[in-house]
């Protein structure tokens, strides 16, 4: 009995200072709205010029060409201040839908991972932003990290995890949130919301599947190559076929069939003894060659 009451003891101890040394680490806004912001919805117009002045057609950014470029800089924190001040929970009148709402959740966790390299650059990957102490990859950035949305702090993780996949239920997503990473989804240049969203997530979808380095097949050895993505959010995807009435019999592959183009999907027909395959995730930043 004794022993239990010490075990549990010292690993209430080691929680404790767990939580101690990786405390929230808060990045602050110190910038006006952009100039002219609308009224009575949310602009991404600020965050989208700049995205097509630094990202290029292969959706990596030139980092270091906008590090140094304060004017361009400080647009960004001004769309970030907008950020913070407004957002669907916040302010809900200035997001008429549901498409509206998604939009800003993924545009501003974008910028809020492009901002937290550039405060950092030269950086290497995402992943090299630790925490005290380090249990799992990537904790520093993705989890300790603190950013303030329409007024209330959220970690990445939560605003992806606790929002955007809790309230939006559309895998999809996956192929739009882009944490800074070689592997992750490209940045598109382009940022709609309304009814001109769902359009752009199908063609992200198909973006997606349809690069070698995410979706391919090896019909010498019988595999089928995906990314990490799949695996790690598998559940989104089998979800999201039988919502939409589909058939999930072969996992995976029947989503990847479902949004490819008709070339990969006539290649995936005849491989249902092939096994499936997840690469490795780079987590090099994302930057321009």
Known sequence: MRIGIIVALVAGILVAAVLLLNRPRLVTIDAAIPENFPADRFSHDTLEQLL???????????????????????????????????????????????????????????????????????????????????????????????????????????????????????????FVLNCGSESCPILRPELPSGTELEAYLQQAAVDFVSDRRNVSIDHDKKEIVLSAIFKWFRKDFINDLRRRGLSSDRGLIDYVASVAPASLRDELINTNDYEIVFTDYDWAVNKTK
Not at 63 to 71: A, F, K
Not at 86 to 112: C, G, H, I, M, V
Request: avoid cysteine; charge should be neutral.
């Open 52 to 174: 097509q002045t630094y990202v290029d057609g292969a959706g990596n950014v030139d980092y270091e060409r906008w590090q140094q470029n304060t004017p361009d800089l400080q647009r960004l924190e001004s769309y970030l201040a907008a950020v913070s001040r407004y957002s669907p929970e916040a302010t809900p009148e200035r997001f008429k839908t549901k498409q509206d709402e998604l939009a800003y959740w993924l545009y501003a966790y974008n910028a809020y991972v492009i901002k937290s390299i550039l405060d950092r650059w030269p950086l290497a990957s995402v992943t090299n932003v630790k925490a005290p102490l380090e249990i799992v990859k990537g904790l520093g950035f993705f989890y300790q990290l603190r950013f303030v949305f329409g007024g209330k702090e959220y970690s990445l993780y939560a605003v992806e995890n606790d929002i955007i996949r809790a309230s939006y239920r559309d895998a999809r997503i996956h």
